[in-house]
């Protein structure tokens, strides 16, 4: 028995400020003259100090010099791609160089530059094809690199474009590889090298998953912040999102909801294992809802749910005790049976489709909730991280999912949210590229 499709109608639910987000890097600036002072007193010192210290920081420098010029020699040729290829979704992330000299722009081939220009120059690409500006790290250091990680999204059905647009644009003769993970890495790898003359390096999916969450967080430091939770869920007008910090995020459960959905228990960076799952994920949701409500798309379909009301759909406690079941301790407002009123042909003609979306959503997601709390349980973990895609500008099922863990853990449990949401396997494969190098 679970919790009906409540209504938080603002999705307009307050970002609070953190006082703990880590601000900007600080620089030492004229105001900070002790710094300055103190540097060119040491460097007096040093000179003061003879031959033994010249050596010395000649060692140093050659040292530094040395370490600059392996990771030149070890930094994999542009461009620099990471995917995940979903049942749903393909996920690309792609790092720009923001710090290319005169001598490397002079040296770029024309290929090379056409798909910087492409990528960076659009939002969309075509009709389904979508880069999420909102999402990409501005200011980034990669392999000593500084550049921006773009985050970009397409439909998988649509991968024969992109492959045909990569032999466009002689994408092969700049990589032979392409570091890729996801079912589609190995469903699709014939097309990659038929179509688009790429190999493909093949990575495990949840391998990259926590590499790339441990990743993201950890150079994300301004602006909005990485991992989020939600305070008083339920009520519109106190509703607030607050920032968590995941400095110390170990063990946690790693709950993965795209078509599908997968539940990890992560005890370090090295030590994890895969729980449990569930077929009955975001795929799901949206297959039913094509089915019942005739749309087509997963944003049409969220925002039917958005405008539904579940507990015509479904039948609650209250539907069978007149009330609360005081025993047990379940609230007349809990669900009884998803869809359960839809027996009753009279309850079936007054459902509108909005209804039927809204209880779709609400009975995919107290599913995924009601798993993850007992894995929860039988693992000793309170910490719960929610990503994947269909979370993205899903706030109705994070909502119901942060109010379910609390209500039903009566408070042990904490429902985790990170911004990047359905990226982190795509990140998790570029950061394999330097190896595939």
């Known amino acids: 028995m679970e919790l009906n499709g409540y209504h938080c109608d603002g999705e307009v639910c307050g970002e609070a400020e953190d006082e703990d987000t880590t601000g900007p890097m600080q620089v030492c600036s004229v105001a900070e003259a ?25 060692s140093n420098s050659t040292s530094a010099r040395q370490r600059t010029d392996s990771l030149r020699k070890n930094r994999p040729p542009f461009p620099w791609f990471g995917m995940d290829i979903g049942g749903t ?59 921006c990680m773009h985050f970009i999204r397409f439909p998988t059905q649509e991968l024969p474009a992109f492959l045909q647009m990569g032999r466009d644009k002689h994408f092969s003769s700049l990589h032979t590889t392409l570091c890729a993970t996801g079912g589609g890495a190995y469903k699709f790898e014939a097309d990659f090298r038929t179509m688009a003359n790429l190999q493909l390096l093949k990575l495990d999916e949840l391998d990259c998953l926590i590499k790339g969450v441990l990743y993201i967080d950890s150079v994300v430091s301004v602006g909005p912040p990485e991992c989020y939770y939600y305070e008083n869920p339920t009520d519109p007008e106190r509703c607030q999102q607050k920032a968590y910090n995941l400095e110390n995020p170990y063990p946690l459960l790693l709950v993965n909801i795209g078509s599908g959905v997968s539940i990890l228990a992560v005890y370090s960076k090295d030590n994890y294992k895969r729980v449990t799952g569930t077929s009955l994920g975001g795929g799901t949701f949206l297959g039913l809802c094509c089915l019942l409500t005739g749309c087509s798309t997963f944003e049409e379909a969220l925002e039917m749910a958005s405008k539904g009301e579940s507990t015509r759909v479904d039948k609650l406690v209250r539907d069978i005790y007149g009330g609360d079941y005081e025993r047990f301790g379940l609230p007349g407002w809990a ?62 099922s994070m909502k119901l999912l942060a109010y379910a863990l609390d209500y039903w853990s009566k408070g042990q449990l904490k429902a985790l949210f990170l911004r990047h949401e359905g990226y982190f396997g795509a990140v998790g494969a570029l950061l394999e590229l330097s190896n595939s190098s």
């Open 34 to 58: 002790p710094c300055s002072f103190a540097a060119a007193a040491n460097m007096e010192k040093a000179a003061a100090g003879g031959p033994a210290h010249r050596e010395r920081r000649i």
């Open 89 to 147: 979704l393909v996920k690309l992330v792609y790092f720009e160089p923001k710090d290319i000299t005169t001598e490397e722009e002079r040296e770029e081939v024309e290929s090379l530059k056409s798909i910087r220009r492409y990528l960076t120059s659009h939002t969309a690409y075509g009709k389904t094809g979508i880069r999420d500006v909102h999402l990409e790290l501005p200011d980034l250091t990669l392999w000593g690199r500084r550049g």
């Open 335 to 396: 669900v009884a049976s998803s869809f359960g009123n839809m027996m009753c042909k009279e309850k079936r003609d007054s459902v509108s489709k909005e209804d039927l979306a809204r209880a779709t959503l609400v009975t995919i997601t107290n599913n995924i909730g009601s798993i993850t709390r007992m894995c929860a349980l039988n693992e000793n973990i309170e910490r719960v991280v929610f990503v994947g895609n269909f979370l993205r500008v899903n706030t109705l």
